[in-house]
Nanobody, 126 residues
Framework: QVQLVESGGGLVQAGGSLRLSCAAS????????MGWFRQTPGKEREFVAA????????YYADSVKGRFTITRDNAKNTVYLQMNSLKPEDTAVYYC???????????????????WGQGTQVTVSS
């Protein structure tokens, strides 16, 4: 079992920044890729960013490329999502997830992720 706890969400004006954190416990964190997804009411969960198990490879949705940065600190069992130049359309509940495969690369498919956090709300006002 893996427990994932997100934090760092909140209300910010358009153009502002937030940094989300996701703390993991319960299983070796450093051997699995991690991802961030987001969801708004009535829509499917959407891929945002992912990072390989060692942190050397990252993958972003086109909608956030150049504005968001995913990083991880395996010593702290934590993955981060730095969000800059936020737009109202970034408003969503953001979830972190742990890939189910050992030594996995970054993936955009929710089906590859075995464990999910409870989500943190990000609201961007115009």
């Amino acid at each position: 079992q893996v427990q994932l706890v997100e934090s760092g969400g909140g209300l910010v004006q358009a153009g502002g920044s937030l940094r989300l954190s996701c703390a993991a416990s319960g299983r070796t964190f450093s051997t699995n890729a991690m991802g961030w997804f987001r969801q708004t009411p009535g829509k499917e969960r959407e891929f945002v960013a992912a990072i390989s198990w060692g942190g050397g490879r990252t993958y972003y949705a086109d909608s956030v490329k150049g504005r968001f940065t995913i990083t991880r600190d395996n010593a702290k069992n934590t993955v981060y999502l730095q969000m800059n130049s936020l737009k109202p359309e970034d408003t969503a509940v953001y979830y972190c997830a742990s890939d189910g495969a050992y030594l996995s690369g970054p993936s955009s498919s929710p089906r590859n992720y075995e464990y999910w956090g409870q989500g943190t709300q990000v609201t961007v006002s115009s």
